[in-house]
């Protein structure tokens, strides 16, 4: 059998399995129909991060922002949620084969596979919510992806604020989960955070591990969690994806406190998360959906920040209320502060 006809067989192959793959993992849980979304001739396909749907954290709110759009835009939608690396390259390329109008991935170990899928597929728009470009010399961005990104750093400087604020034994910690650039801003903005209020401070700072799976291992956030607690932490903060639950159930077992990440995660640990670093992947994405539909969804990074309003901390309502009055208002001179130019987040 000629070379190219074996070629092609093999890819009609893998499509047919995709398709089936995709079609079986359809959104149909909001409240316009499908069917009547696939009418309107929008159409949006998004694949998950590591951990998937039910995370509390990153992926849900980027799920969040999928099915609003449904909702109120009335897209069709369909998503993913990938087992390694090949399935999500491949979740990627059948969704721009089969003609969507827009296909997200959400996270940063997408980066290098949106920018080869979007090469090949010129015609469709991508965006990657934390998008991390491979800045390789001379190779822009391809103009036909937008990279969704955040000032974490910014959000980390303030709950490390209150971290240093709140702690009785002045020993704090950070657990990372996959050891990469990403979550050193996590521990860059949290260190800076802490030391801008308690110099006398001693951060603890440990990683899960050095591979994606490093966000799906509750039971190593909990050992290193024990770990800092025994070390003299008295609240913890993670930068860990589902790994963090761990995290939560060594700081509820210990009397500590801990504080989340991406989400409010109150609900995880209540009387134990003290406040989240809240990240709005959910308006995010539910703005790159609304731009897309539009038509004027523009190429390149979108990044916000603390004056963009794309990260904060929970302060408000019952799930601030363990942090005290006092120190409220002084992370707020501290946010006034970074918004107005005074001060500038380390991001390293």
Known sequence: ???????????????????????????????????????????????????????????????????????????????????????????????????????????????????????????????????????????????????????????????????????????????????????HKFEAGYRAGVAAVCPRCVLHVAYAGTTPEAFRDPAKGKAIAHAQIAAGSDVLFHASGSTGLGVFRAARDAGVYAIGVDADQWDEAPGTVLTSMTKQADVSVFDAIAAAKRRDLAGGMRVLGLSEAGVDYVHEGPHGALIPAAVKSRVEALRRDVIEGRTTVPSE
């Open 1 to 183: 059998m000629p070379r190219r006809r074996t070629t092609v067989l093999a890819f009609l192959a893998l499509l047919t399995v995709g398709l089936a793959f995709v079609r079986g993992r359809r959104d149909t849980s909001a409240s316009t129909p499908t069917h009547g979304a696939a009418a309107s001739g929008f159409r949006v396909g998004l694949v998950f991060d590591v951990g998937g749907r039910g995370d509390k954290s990153f992926n849900d709110l980027s799920w969040a922002g999928l099915q609003r759009a449904q909702r109120e835009l009335g897209a069709y939608t369909e998503y993913v949620e990938p087992t390694g690396a090949e399935d999500r390259e491949a979740a990627l390329r059948l969704f721009a084969a089969r003609g969507f109008d827009l296909v997200i991935a959400v996270g940063f170990i997408f980066s290098r596979d949106v920018d080869e899928v979007a090469r090949a597929h010129p015609g469709t728009r991508f965006a990657c919510v934390d998008y991390a470009p491979p800045f390789v010399p001379g190779v822009p961005i391809p103009p036909n992806v937008t990279g969704l990104a955040f000032r974490e750093h910014e959000g980390s400087f303030l709950v490390g604020a209150v971290a240093g604020l709140v702690s009785k034994t002045s020993h704090v910690g950070f657990v990372g989960g996959m050891d990469m650039p990403l979550i």
